[in-house]
């Protein structure tokens, strides 16, 4: 199935209900229709509801049960013309200027933004390979001069980086919410974004030690002058400059700590299809998980479960 390539061909191909609901009903059934309930294999297609009947036994399938789309009141066309306006952005789109576009208010331009980022995790991703760079840094917060590098633990959101090195340039990249600066939290990032096996170039930091324990080959490099860091580990720091630039320049800096893990997602999953032809690759990477559960609006600002510290 071809996928449009420019916002007015995406526009265009899913222009009505119709269109968009067939889109769904070959995406979820690309081999026929299979009922969840009997295994029938035959059903009828409701061509003005997103609905597949079982001829066998009756039971009706909603193609927007269990994906972005569930419980949705606003029309498909307008959903998927909000998708188009994230994937064609060259540099995404905030809720608050969707609700300038469209006839959202700002709660549920914020809800499906979030419900998009869901998709666009890359837990499930091929680990990094070859030689890696890893650093992390803090993002948010009030600037502090009596506060510098890692003294900021606490007073920011810290953020790990892994950056595939290919030659000068900058292959795949992993962004990670850190809970802490400790042993544990870095060896747990390394490990869950870069293949065993590969190398890693980290500063000679004490806490990065451990890692050459677990199945990498640990390049530890002595920064001496902060001011060296970006010469010394220029793909992180290009990708963190990129990433503060992004934040405040799309999101205007209204990032918070709870959310920040699905911005990260949004960023890496722009950043690793940045050398795309087109943004065909981006449209079919996307549609392909929305049929997915992603957290409704309540699940989303829902207080976090206090962490219980042993005493």
């Keep these: 199935m071809d996928l449009p390539k420019t916002l007015q061909e995406f526009e265009e191909r899913f222009a009505t209900e119709e269109s968009c609901i067939a889109f769904l009903r070959a995406r979820r059934w690309p081999e026929g ?18 609905l597949d009947e079982c001829t066998s036994c009756g039971h009706q399938v909603s193609l927007t049960a269990g994906t ?34 469209y006839p959202l208010s700002f709660k549920a331009a914020w ?32 600037d502090d001069s009596a506060h510098r590098g890692r003294s900021l633990a606490g007073k920011k959101m810290l953020v790990g980086c892994a950056a595939e090195c290919r030659g000068d ?8 919410k850190l809970q802490a600066v400790s042993v544990d939290a870095l060896c747990a990032f390394i490990s869950s974004t870069v293949a065993s096996g590969a190398a890693v170039k980290t500063d000679g930091w004490p806490h990065y030690r451990p890692i050459a324990g ?11 002058n902060p001011k060296k860091a970006s010469k010394l ?26 959310h920040l893990p699905r911005y990260l997602d949004e960023f890496v999953f722009r950043f690793n299809r940045r050398n795309s032809g087109t943004r065909a690759l981006l449209v079919d ?8 559960a992603v957290p409704i609006y309540r699940e989303l600002v829902a207080p976090e479960p206090l962490l219980l510290v042993p005493t």
């Design 169 to 176: 340039a900058i292959g795949r990249i992993r962004l990670r």
């Design 285 to 292: 990477r996307l549609l392909g998980r929305v049929f997915r």
């Design 33 to 50: 229709f299979t009922c969840p309930r009997c295994d029938g294999r035959s059903g009828w297609a409701l061509r003005s509801r997103a």
């Design 214 to 224: 677990l199945g990498y080959t640990h390049h530890p490099t002595v920064i001496g």
């Design 68 to 101: 972005v789309f569930a419980r949705t009141r606003k029309p498909l066309t307008l959903w998927f013309r909000v998708i188009g306006e994230l994937l064609f952005s060259k540099r995404g789109c905030s809720a608050l200027e969707l609700t300038r576009r």
């Design 111 to 142: 809800t499906w933004l979030h419900k998009l980022r869901c998709c666009m995790d890359n837990s499930a991703a091929d680990p990094l390979t070859g030689m890696v760079e890893v650093d992390e840094t803090y993002l948010g917060g009030e």
């Design 233 to 258: 580990f220029p793909r992180v720091h290009r990708v963190f400059g990129l990433l503060d630039r992004w934040l405040l320049g799309t999101m205007h800096g209204s990032v918070s700590r709870r």
